[in-house]
């Protein structure tokens, strides 16, 4: 069986459309019309590999299914919107999506997508380190094990999104080096969004809230302004 895949929109004629093409990809596809028959679905069966989700969805819209989503899992989002006014697009990835397809779209555009977010897996590259010690704090120390899929703050462990984890492994897969908006568009997301590299600053930003003691004042992952992004380790 295929990787399971949820379809969160509530035209019943792009839902059906959605269905039958990602079937044809080989995903065990199931639909919901609205955002909470969506939860309601994720909390009977837990959450599938990968979801798509509409903004426009009725009482409770695209934005809140997707906060409360985040609130449990950590499942790859793309949402797929005829909203494409740039303040759109950045609440939906603020508020935990992974990419943002605007209609009308290719189907083919969204399987590369989804293609690129299963590439993304939580396994580590030749050049990443098997752990790696991010904040020496005594009493919490933050570790991040690029093989386990894991970050520890303690013995407790942060709930990342896919998209977060793979940007904190690219950062220190080469600590101490400034990476760029557009270096990180290409190893995080394979190819640019839109041309439009602010999608790092808005993921780095989340990040932050997750890994950091005080995210007004980051000291682990550092802006160095006009180049990028540096990933500091706090000994």
């Not at 929109?9 to 028959?37: N, T």
């Not at 399987?111 to 991010?134: I, K, N, S, V």
């Not at 093989?147 to 462990?157: F, H, L, N, S």
Request: aromatic share 4%; proline share 6%.
């Amino acid at each position: 069986m295929g990787a399971k895949l949820l379809v969160v929109e509530d035209d019943d004629r792009v839902r059906a459309a959605l269905r039958l093409a990602l079937e044809d990809e080989g995903y065990d596809v199931a639909e919901a019309p609205d955002a909470e028959s969506a939860l309601a679905g994720l909390r009977r069966h837990g959450p599938p590999d990968v979801m798509i989700v509409d903004l426009m969805l009725g009482e409770m819209d695209g934005f809140s299914c997707i906060r409360q989503v985040r609130y449990d899992h950590d499942v790859p989002i793309i949402v797929v919107s005829a909203r494409d006014d740039t303040h759109d697009i950045v609440a939906a990835l603020e508020a935990g999506a992974d990419d943002y397809v605007t209609k009308p779209f290719q189907i083919k555009e969204i399987t590369a997508r989804l293609r690129a977010l299963r590439r993304r897996a939580r396994t580590p590259g030749p050049q990443e380190p098997r752990d790696m010690l991010l904040d020496a704090d005594p009493q919490r120390p933050l570790v991040l094990s690029p093989a386990g899929g894991t970050v520890r703050r303690g013995d407790q462990e942060l709930h990342l999104t896919l998209t977060e984890f793979r940007l904190l492994c690219e950062l220190a897969s080469e600590p101490g080096r400034v990476l760029s908006r557009s270096s990180l568009l290409e190893r995080v997301w394979d190819r640019g969004f839109f041309g439009d590299d602010r999608i790092v600053d808005v993921h780095i930003r989340r990040l932050r809230t997750k890994i950091e003691r005080d995210p007004s004042d980051p000291r682990i992952v550092v802006t160095v302004r006009g180049l990028g992004y540096r990933l500091d380790a706090q000994r």
